[in-house]
């Protein structure tokens, strides 16, 4: 193996030790196949651009391309050409594909899924180091400035997910930086020439020295001192991406988590895996949502959350309605919010909380839902009726709350929409129904995960637009169209009602969900949601409230409640407003329909990745191609003592024996039967056997030679030691040396052919020379 070849493996090995701090960033080992898979692909790119001679412009050239095949093959959503080749479409999937992984750093906490956007940028990240690292070690030979590349690839999950990696995590990147600086020292001291001993004795360039070893001894002393430190030393960090997330927030203001509501309603609805949150015991036969979060606070940016600042003590008045219990556990919520069904009317829970005068949002003061274990709620459920609503007037322009419930930023296009939805209607009622049937699968909305997850001006034009989208959207949408209406609405988020399981309740992070609060004089708050119960796993439907469905569908009554027991009924097939338009097929959760793209069907089979399984393939190919060679010549057609003994040469470089070219069959047998004493007569008679067919008229019969072959690799194998024995059988030295001889071969006969071809060149070109003897006169002009 060349220098450069070995040097390449080292530095692609070096950079994949370190990328174990990833581990306590993504979910499961998934994410490992793609990351070594782009680490190998740059790496052989760079070593067959060296291998042809090639400068490092070209070098980094090649990694790069190598680097933009991978992505296009693994993420060109069908847009690239024969799957590798990519075209400017893309370029702009990779640009939505950037902008998912940024929104999903921020909104997501680690372990995340190795996936979409977060995926992409993971391997993007890690080709452009790997480019870099590989230009350090090899192309540039200062491995000092690796340790640049190494550290960036440590110190990203750290500086990401403090709490996610832990400290011995460290042990690998300092031992591939020190296996880097030990392997470039090494061949450096191999370019003097042979070592000697003390005694003058010549010994190998790897035979043990003292100041290797006091080298060594050095460095693991200094891993140890760093790694007691950094277990002894107390730290008080925080991520990078936890201060991205903080002012993403907005300094204090809550959220369901520890980041905006928005962010963490998006992130759990698109979380692979479903995670129990909360387990409801209720007397009520059928709850509606569990209300968390109030966004009442409208810009051109979207419903922000509100700040909680006008607070009181929690003092919880009687209501009207039917009363219900329900006993709440909390199984993974940590929020500074605390979910209530209803209009409560008695709490039980530890900690401080206080109430919101402005949302009625119960909030924590200096408590959390993170130190709550259950609590025990009372609340009723006013039961209004369309009739009720239909005669209620809207909130008085004079009330105090009503610039916070109506203020919207102006967007032409937006009011234009509106006008258009509300067509004659005129009362709070009427506005409310226009509004909610425009937003309905009737008017051929579906609902998708498929979208950006912002709720800006933009977005919500869009979302009008394309008519695809999920509850944030549908929420977003429907109050900022009534707030252009003159009609005091907001947007709530909390948890739908889950599904049943025996005589309890169980509410996932797939539960999580946004719907709207109209206000209405004398009810006050009502809710409305205008998500398509097709895509809300526990969805509620009101007696106020009626689903408008294509003409197809049969229309859901009044008061109809989604049995919790069944999954979502399909969406419709057809769209009224396009009917070439295919709704999605709902699946057993919003992540289900995420994954299909909208297929109703499995994941369709990319053929890309048949292509990058015959990449994978080819670190195999030098021990499929050395055991179809020794099968072609011990093979019964072609068998005889010369391609017999050609085998023995091969596996004798392949197992480490020195055979010099100056023995004799007989004298190579004995060396051979030394290395191999289990095997000393099938040595023997392959020697004798050669040397027959060299000096005998008859030649050697090449009966049984076949076996003895296979008897001495047999034991040459087991005798080898566990690395000798895994390079003859991957990468076999007898056929490195076969391609070092050809391309020498190659090269002095592309040296000669140049020679010939200069020397024909100066014979045309060449000028005849001038002479000291002329007939008239010397050229010196001597007499």
């Known amino acids: 193996m060349s220098g450069q070849r070995h040097a390449t493996m080292v530095a692609a090995a070096t950079l994949a030790l370190t990328l174990t701090p990833l581990i306590g960033i993504f979910e499961g080992i998934g994410w490992i196949v793609p990351v070594l898979f782009t680490i190998a692909v740059i790496a052989t790119a760079a070593s067959l651009t060296r291998a042809a001679g090639r400068g490092q412009g070209l070098q980094t050239l090649a990694m ?64 452009l180091v790997a480019i870099l690292h590989d230009m350090f070690v090899v192309g540039l030979r200062t491995p000092a400035l690796a340790g640049l590349t190494l550290l960036t690839m440590y110190l990203v999950p750290v500086s990401v997910a403090p709490d996610a990696t832990a400290w011995f995590w460290f042990i690998l990147p300092a031992v591939s930086y020190l296996w880097l600086l030990a392997d470039d020292n090494l061949r450096r001291v191999s370019a003097f020439g042979h070592r000697f001993t003390g005694a003058g004795q010549l010994v190998s360039q790897r035979f043990p020295s003292p100041m290797a070893r006091t080298a060594r001894w050095s460095a693991l002393g200094f891993i140890l001192v760093t790694l007691l430190s950094l277990t002894v030393v107390p730290t008080n960090t925080s991520g990078f991406i936890d201060r991205i997330a903080e002012g993403y927030q907005g300094g204090d203001a809550a959220g369901l988590g520890d980041v905006n509501p928005w962010a963490q309603l998006s992130g759990s609805l698109n979380q692979p895996e479903e995670v129990d949150v909360l387990r409801v015991s209720t007397t009520d036969p059928s709850p509606q949502y569990l209300r968390m979060h109030v ?92 009739e009720t609503l239909a005669n209620a007037d809207g909130m008085d322009p004079d009330d105090e709350r009503w610039d916070a419930n109506t203020s919207h930023p102006d967007v032409p296009e937006l009011t234009e929409i509106v006008e258009q939805a509300l067509g004659g209607a005129t009362t709070v009622h009427e506005k409310v129904l226009a509004v909610y049937n425009h937003l309905s699968v009737a008017n051929g909305f579906q609902y998708s995960l498929e979208t950006t997850d912002a709720g800006n001006d933009e977005a919500i034009l869009d979302f009008l637009l394309t008519k695809r989208g999920y509850c944030q959207q549908y929420a977003a949408a429907m109050a900022w169209m009534l707030r252009e209406a003159d009609v005091a609405a907001r947007v709530v988020i909390g948890m739908s009602k889950g599904g049943r399981s025996g005589e309890e309740w169980v509410l996932t992070s797939h539960d999580y969900h946004a719907w709207v609060e109209v206000y209405y004089d ?141 023995l004799t069959p007989r004298q190579a047998a004995g060396v051979l039967a030394q290395a191999a004493p289990g095997a000393r007569e099938a040595a023997t008679a392959l020697g004798s056997a050669m040397a027959r067919h ?23 194998d087991r005798r080898a030691a566990r690395g000798r024995r895994a390079q003859a059988r991957f990468w076999p030295a ?14 002095a006969r592309l040296a000669r052919r140049s020679a010939r071809a200069a020397d024909r060149v100066r014979t045309a070109v060449r000028r005849p020379r001038r002479s000291n003897s002329r007939k008239d006169r010397a050229v010196t002009r001597r007499p």
């Not at 607070?311 to 979910?339: H, S, Y």
Request: charged letters at 20%; a negative charge.
């Open 64 to 127: 790069c391309a190598g680097l933009l095949i991978v992505l296009t093959a693994g993420f060109s959503g069908g847009t690239a050409i024969l799957f590798v080749i990519p075209t400017p479409d893309t370029f702009s999937h990779f640009g939505l594909l950037v902008g998912e992984g940024i929104a999903g750093i921020v909104r997501e906490a680690p372990p995340v899924p190795a996936e979409g956007g977060i995926l992409f940028l993971t391997l993007f990240g890690i080709g």
């Open 295 to 386: 966004l009442d606070e409208l810009s051109s940016d979207g419903f922000a959350p509100n700040d909680y600042d006008d607070r009181e003590a929690l003092v919880l008045d009687g209501a009207q309605g039917e009363t219900f219990t329900a006993e709440i556990e909390n199984l993974r919520m940590e929020a500074p919010v605390l979910p209530v069904y209803g209009t409560p009317v008695d709490l039980a829970v530890d900690g401080n909380w206080e109430r919101d005068t402005a949302t009625d949002v119960i909030v924590g003061d200096n408590s959390d839902m993170g130190d709550v274990e259950n609590y025990t709620l009372t609340y009723t459920d006013p039961g209004f009726d369309a």
């Open 522 to 662: 004398g009810p006050g708050w009502v809710t409305w949601d205008p998500t398509p119960t097709s895509g809300v796993p526990g969805s509620v439907s009101f007696p106020w409230t009626t689903e408008p469905a294509p003409e197809d569908e049969e229309t859901t009554e009044p008061g109809a409640t989604a049995d919790p027991s069944t999954e979502p009924s399909e969406a419709p097939s057809t769209s009224a407003a396009d009917p070439s338009a295919e709704a999605e097929a709902p699946t057993d959760g919003p992540t289900g329909q995420a994954a299909d793209n909208g297929t109703g069907g499995g994941p369709a089979f990319n053929p890309a990745w048949l292509l990058l399984l015959l990449l994978a393939a080819v670190p195999f190919a030098p021990a499929v191609w050395r055991t179809l060679l020794r099968r072609s010549r011990l093979g019964p057609a072609r068998l005889s003592a010369k391609t017999a003994w050609d085998e023995v040469l091969d596996l004798a470089l392949d197992y480490g024996v020195g055979l010099s070219d100056s």
């Open 694 to 716: 060299r000096y005998s008229p008859k030649g050697a019969d090449p009966t049984g030679l076949a076996d003895a072959v296979h008897d001495l690799r047999s034991e040459l």
């Open 734 to 747: 007898s056929l490195l040396v076969k391609l070092s001889a050809k391309q020498a071969e190659e090269s």
